[in-house]
């Protein structure tokens, strides 16, 4: 599967798409992938406040439990809702099936994440596959 | 994310046969006490822990089970030498009759569960765990060294394949001669399978459902013919490869033990509820005596089933703590269960918390949330007409 090249990409296995002084974010397609079915996505409420690199949600599938890594600083502006009752959405297409919106506290922070191509090799090297 | 399991095995890691047939189909592979073995294989050939479950309950799926140890006892005191190791009754067992039944330490906790497996006269088969067999080996020489009775490791010479769901007898009898049929649940027989004359065919399992575990030569290329043979036979049904993954949630809604998780080396068989396979009119046995003074002083734990009837889902090793944030006992086994579309547990809790319908919370990264005991087994699989 191709990584998107509009977004950045963390070796957590998240991904962050900004948009001006707002951010989209998700797990990657190597996420699901390495997960299998998932059944449970645990998100933060709006207005939560979400710090780069601490833990903000976990998502849980038949056989375990993942934290999930905030890419960048903010503050939830919106949640996807439809992970609520449809988890299996994330292993359909990971790469539409975000998690948060978010309302960037520094866009220069994701200066320093993963473009796709690095995140590819990433993963390459990481899984052998 | 985190935790993310690797899918690159260390070269000390054991593999089956059926190896590089798992890696060629695209399985992800995990060290699963020191075997290279696959958890599930891949969506794109339809799978997945949850479809791979579901092909069980309603169709058939095919597991390779070769990880599994297998103990031969054969000679004139063989009889004499597994009623002496095991708690439950094997006197009871017609020659092609199967029972499950446990090797126990003297303090009456468990060594290992195992299938004894009657095949003659004076010939048993014990089939044991994967993470278990050097230990189960030398505890059954070691303790039947007093009988006229040979003991062999013969782990090693099968590649053992279960078949197993609604659909399991039709999709072998497609490959064999035996009729299937005839055979009764925990009955073996032998047929040819695949052209291989002489196969055992048990009609035993590990996912609460109907099914069959062949015994077959260990080589590679018979092993990957046989694999193949049972997955095109079991096409129309909707045959799948299955994993551990699924393994474990088959067996987790059937409330049938893990060793390691409901039973151990720090538990007994009175904890685990196991009454009815520990045959205490037996006269001797290992274990029997410490079962007799435990039984006596009544329980301090047992085993429960628990349905998240709040939002969440328990694993193994959380804490159950009572309606005060007290600490009570822990989960043994926690998962969504794909077929019955829950979240259950198995947990051990004392006698007071064990009544149907009690309220108890699991601790779930910081959090009490809500579960209820509940009857077990979780799944129970239809009569057969």
Known sequence: MPYPTDRKYTKEHEWIQ?????????????????????????????????????????????????????????????VNEALATAPENVNKDAHTAWMLKINLKDSKELDALLSAADYEKFVAEEGGH | MSSLESTTAPSTVRKTALNSVHRQMGAKMVDFNGWDMPVEYPAAIGCGIINEHMAVRTGVGVFDVSHMGDIRLAGPEALAAVQHISMNDAA?????????SALLYPQGTFVDDVIVHRLDEDEYLLVINA?????????????????????????DAFTQIAIQGPKGVRTLQKLTDADLNAVKFYWVTRGTVCGLKNILIARTGYTAEDGFEIYIPSDEATSARVWY??????????????GLGARNT???????????????????????????????????????????KS??????????????????????????L???????????????????????????????????????????RGQGVG?????????????MT
């Open chain 2, 371 to 383: 579960a209820a005991v509940v009857p077990t087994p979780f799944y129970k699989r239809p009569k």
């Open chain 1, 18 to 78: 900004p948009n001006g002084s707002t951010a989209t974010i998700g797990i990657t397609d190597y996420a699901q992938q390495s997960l299998g079915d998932i059944v449970f996505v645990e998100l933060p409420k709006p207005g939560a406040e979400l710090s780069s690199g601490k833990t903000f949600g976990s998502v849980e599938s038949v056989k375990a439990v993942s934290d999930l890594f905030a890419p960048a600083s903010g503050t939830v502006a919106e």
């Open chain 2, 229 to 242: 043979a049972i997955l095109e036979a079991g096409k129309e049904f909707g045959a799948v490869p299955c």
């Open chain 2, 250 to 292: 088959l067996r987790l809604e059937g409330k049938l033990p893990l060793y390691g998780h409901e039973i151990s080396d720090t538990i007994n068989v009175w904890e685990a509820g196991l009454d009815r396979f520990c045959k205490m009119e037996k006269p001797e046995f290992v274990g029997r005596e410490a079962l007799e």
């Open chain 2, 322 to 364: 009572d309606s005060a944030a007290g600490e009570i006992g822990f989960v043994t086994s926690g998962s969504p269960a794909p077929f019955l579309k829950k979240n259950i547990a198995l947990a051990y809790v004392p006698p007071d918390f064990s009544p149907i319908g009690t309220g108890v919370k699991v601790e779930i």
């Open chain 2, 295 to 320: 039984k006596a002083e009544g329980l301090k734990r047992t085993l429960v089933g628990l349905e998240m009837v709040e939002r969440g889902i328990a694993r193994d090793g959380y804490r159950v």
């Open chain 2, 131 to 155: 993470g278990t067999r050097e230990k189960d080996f030398s505890w059954v020489r070691g303790n039947t060294r007093q009988f006229d009775c040979k003991v062999e490791d013969l782990s």
């Open chain 2, 92 to 100: 009871r067992l017609s020659v092609g009759q199967a029972q499950y």
